[in-house]
């Protein structure tokens, strides 16, 4: 198939903002950067990995890097992207490459909320800055976007994800992410806890313990979910056949990467693979605003934007 990586221009800058209204966007993915899809205006429906997500008006979702997506809508909206230089920013890409985000304002909990409006309140700034004409405002970009990992790393990753309360241990999230990525550069190979255990210096009842507390509950579970990624992504990328595409991500035999592909994505892979395929068949229909009508949209969004925090915060 045909879905491939879509550079971003970035400038010499981390951050690339950029506001258009979506009727289809076709599949594609970004290698190295973490994307932000924020609706100031109407809706547009995601689909990514497993899931579909309608994002509404003034919500906002993440889409981690080497997620294939694709957006589509049947009504007017107006979206915010942003996409963050992964490669750019003062954390290792090595190790951010292998965390899983997950900044989703239709599925937040009460101590995220602080920090959706914050990363929200960036993002129009950045779009403010870009779309004005010398608003006499010039934001750092690196230590913005430093910021903005900094705080998806805290608030909105997987390990988080199911965390009601807010709580979070440094040192037992800095285990998981090395567990991730062990894990995630040994998927194609035979890979067992033992092994973790002993990089750990752990016993392997521990790491048991230890991952079942975890979101993932347990090794088997969050190395089967690595493979069945990297197979889409294969199969999606590549005219490889799909039993092809599971051995190579770590699969023994077909007759187990078929039931779970469809446990996890709701369909077999052919429906899949086809269903991607039809969505290509639609030519993409993007329209770019010129700078005026975004400059005149975005003072009177952020007008309302920040009244509307001001009410809410003040009850």
């Not at 800055?129 to 997987?158: H, L, Q, S």
């Not at 894990?183 to 255990?197: G, L, R, T, V, Y």
């Amino acid at each position: 198939m045909d879905i491939k990586d879509i550079e971003i221009k970035y400038d010499n800058s981390p951050i690339h903002i950029e506001l258009c209204s979506v009727r289809h966007m076709n599949p594609h993915f970004h290698e190295k950067s973490l994307e932000f899809v924020y609706c100031l205006k109407g809706k547009v429906s995601l689909f990514t990995n497993f899931q579909k997500f309608t994002i509404e008006e003034n919500q906002i979702c993440s889409i981690d890097s080497r997620d294939i997506h694709c957006l589509h809508s049947d009504e007017d909206n107006l979206i915010l992207f942003c996409h963050i230089n992964l490669s750019n920013v003062s954390k290792p890409f090595d190790f951010l490459q292998y965390v899983f985000f997950a900044c989703e304002s239709f599925n937040s909990y009460p101590y995220q909320q602080s920090s959706l409006k914050w990363l929200e309140r960036t993002l129009l700034s950045f779009a403010y800055v870009k779309y004005g004409d010398d608003v006499g405002f010039y934001p750092d970009y690196g230590k913005t976007a430093d910021e903005i990992i900094a705080v998806m790393m805290r608030y909105f990753n997987y390990y988080t994800y199911f965390n009601s309360d807010g709580y979070f241990n440094d040192v037992m999230y800095e285990r998981f992410q090395r567990m991730l990525a062990y894990c995630h550069k040994n998927f194609h190979k035979k890979i067992n806890i033992s092994q973790i255990a002993k990089r750990e210096n752990i016993s392997k009842n521990y790491a048991s313990q230890f991952l079942r507390k975890t979101n993932v509950k347990s090794f088997s579970s969050i190395l089967k979910f690595i493979r069945l990624y990297e197979t889409e992504h294969l199969m999606l990328t590549d005219d490889i056949s799909i039993a092809e595409a599971s051995y190579a991500c770590g699969f023994s035999d077909p007759k187990y990467f078929y039931p779970a592909f469809k446990e996890w994505y709701g369909r077999t892979p052919k429906e899949h693979r086809n269903w991607y395929r039809d969505f290509m068949k639609q030519e993409t229909d993007m329209y770019y605003p010129n700078r005026q009508e975004c400059f005149e949209f975005l003072e009177k969004y952020i007008t309302e934007w920040f009244l509307r925090d001001t009410v809410i915060s003040q009850k």
